[in-house]
């Protein structure tokens, strides 16, 4: 709050600053050309340094707004670094290379207490079939992708790859063998295998 009031009273009190002094060499000045004190080139000449003054100060503004936004954001990243872990890593089988066999029973989640998202889920998915999740928005199909990688633990029910439950793996080994290509697909400017790599490793 502090750091926005900063930013909020800095601008317009440059822009004031700059503006009366203009107002003030104009009055002042033109009274001294008017008596033949000074000559109007002189004015116009104070007028440009009055610019050349305050123009700085503008630009001084203008970095410190932007050093206030990478402020907010780093404080943003340091927050989640510092996050602790989530889920318990009591899995002891060391997921190698998995199969792929998938199966969900009677799973039930709720992301807050008796709001339920999936109610009583039971499917079965063999390795190397390629499976389709349709539904309307909403409806609980990122949440499927996030049980299975473990990022929240269900409430009840099980689910199983290759027979085994997830919660019995290492939980690295068990993510290391999931890839999840998110819905905000980044595509750089670079080679299209450098770009799958980096949506893999996400
Ligand atoms: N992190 C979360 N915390 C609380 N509720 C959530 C969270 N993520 C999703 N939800 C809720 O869970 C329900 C299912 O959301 P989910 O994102 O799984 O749906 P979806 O089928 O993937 O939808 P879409 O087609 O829009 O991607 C929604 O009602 C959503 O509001
Ligand atoms: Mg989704």
Do not use: H
């Amino acid at each position: 709050m502090i750091r926005c009031g900063t930013t909020v009273f800095f601008f317009p009190i440059v822009e004031i600053l700059s503006a009366t002094s203009i107002a003030l060499i104009a009055w002042y000045g033109g009274g001294e050309v008017l008596r033949s004190e000074v000559t109007f080139g002189v004015l116009v000449a104070f007028i440009q340094y009055i610019n050349m003054l305050f123009r700085p100060i503008r630009e001084l503004a203008d970095k410190f707004n932007t050093l206030q936004m990478g402020m907010v954001s780093s404080e943003r990243i340091f927050k989640l670094m510092d996050e602790g872990q989530k889920q318990d890593n009591r899995g002891k089988i060391v997921a190698q290379k998995i199969k792929g066999d998938i199966v969900f029973e009677n799973v039930w989640f709720a992301y807050k207490e008796n709001e339920w998202v999936l109610k009583n889920i039971s499917f079965k998915i063999e390795s190397g079939k390629m499976i389709a999740l349709v539904g309307v928005t909403g409806s609980g199909k990122t949440t499927i992708i996030s049980l299975l990688n473990r990022f929240y633990e269900i409430q009840k029910g099980r689910i199983l790859i290759d027979g085994i439950d997830i919660n019995d793996y290492e939980l690295y080994s068990l993510r290391s063998q999931i890839a999840v290509v998110l819905q905000d697909v980044f595509l750089f400017l670079t080679l299209y295998t450098i770009t799958l790599l980096y949506m893999i490793q996400v």
